[in-house]
T-cell receptor, first 113, second 113 residues
Framework: DAMVIQNPRYQVTQFGKPVTLSCSQT?????MYWYQQKSSQAPKLLFH???????NEADTPDNFQSRRPNTSFCFLDIRSPGLGDAAMYLC????????????FGPGTRLTVL | GENVEQHPSTLSVQEGDSAVIKCTYS??????FPWYKQELGKRPQLIID?????GEKKDQRIAVTLNKTAKHFSLHITETQPEDSAVYFC????????????FGAGTRLAVHP
C-alpha cells in the first residue's frame, strides 16, 4: 500500500542532544510537510518542501531544520532539543495544488529528558 | 493572517444522536475545506472535504456544508457511534502552491453508549 512512514515512532533524547526524525513516502508526492503537534492542540506547520524548494514558516525556531535528499525521504533535525520541544511530530505529503489532500504519517512522539 | 475558528471545543452526545461542529474562516480566498479525525495517539485522517464550488457533500453518516457568503462550514455526523469519539479538526486552504492548511483548534467529541 502507498503510504507515509515515520521512524522512529517514539524517540527519547536528552536536553540539548541533537535528534533526527525520518519520514518516507511511497506516494511520489511533490510536497512534504513537517508539523509539530502538542497535546490537545492542532498540528502546527514547521516547514515544507515543494520538490527541492524549502519553505520555512515565519515562526519556526532556528533550532529546527530539514533535509530532503530525494523525492521519497525527508528528515527533521532538532539541533538542541529543549523541554518545550517535546511533542508529536507529524510528516505529511500532498501532490500540490490543485490536489489539496494531505496524507499524514503515524507521527513520532519525542520525549526530552 | 488567515484564521480558522472552531466550536465547540468539546461535545458530548449520546449514541445515536447527531453531532454538529462549526468552523469560520477569515480569508475569502480559501477554497478547500477538509475535516480530519484524530484518535488518541494516532495520525489525523481525512474524513471528508469540500471545495468552494459546492455547498454540501455527504458520505454515509457524515456531511459537510459550506456557506461562502458567511465564511462558515460545518461537519454533521448523524447516528453517532462510540467509535466516532475522537478530536475533529477543520481546516482551510487557499489555491496555489503547497496547499498550506490553516487548522481550527479542534473539537473533542465524546459519544456515550
Amino acid at each position: 500500500d502507498a503510504m507515509v512512514i515515520q521512524n522512529p515512532r517514539y524517540q527519547v533524547t536528552q536536553f540539548g542532544k541533537p535528534v533526527t526524525l525520518s519520514c518516507s513516502q511511497t506516494l511520489n508526492h511533490n510536497v512534504m510537510y513537517w508539523y509539530q503537534q502538542k497535546s490537545s492542540q492542532a498540528p502546527k506547520l514547521l516547514f515544507h518542501y515543494y520538490d527541492k524548494d524549502f519553505n520555512n514558516e515565519a515562526d519556526t525556531p532556528d533550532n529546527f531544520q530539514s533535509r530532503r535528499p530525494n523525492t521519497s525521504f525527508c528528515f527533521l533535525d532538532i539541533r538542541s532539543p529543549g523541554l518545550g520541544d517535546a511533542a508529536m511530530y507529524l510528516c505529511a505529503t500532498s501532490r500540490g495544488w490543485p490536489n489539496n489532500e494531505q496524507f499524514f504519517g503515524p507521527g513520532t512522539r519525542l520525549t526530552v529528558l | 493572517g488567515e484564521n480558522v475558528e472552531q466550536h465547540p471545543s468539546t461535545l458530548s452526545v449520546q449514541e445515536g444522536d447527531s453531532a454538529v461542529i462549526k468552523c469560520t474562516y477569515s480569508d475569502s480566498a480559501s477554497n478547500y475545506f477538509p475535516w480530519y479525525k484524530q484518535e488518541l495517539g494516532k495520525r489525523p485522517q481525512l474524513i471528508i472535504d469540500i471545495r468552494s464550488n459546492v455547498g454540501e457533500k455527504k458520505d454515509q453518516r457524515i456531511a459537510v456544508t459550506l456557506n461562502k457568503t458567511a465564511k462558515h462550514f460545518s461537519l454533521h455526523i448523524t447516528e453517532t457511534q462510540p467509535e466516532d469519539s475522537a478530536v475533529y479538526f477543520c481546516a482551510a486552504s487557499k489555491p496555489g502552491g503547497y496547499n498550506k492548511l490553516i487548522f481550527g483548534a479542534g473539537t473533542r467529541l465524546a459519544v456515550h453508549p
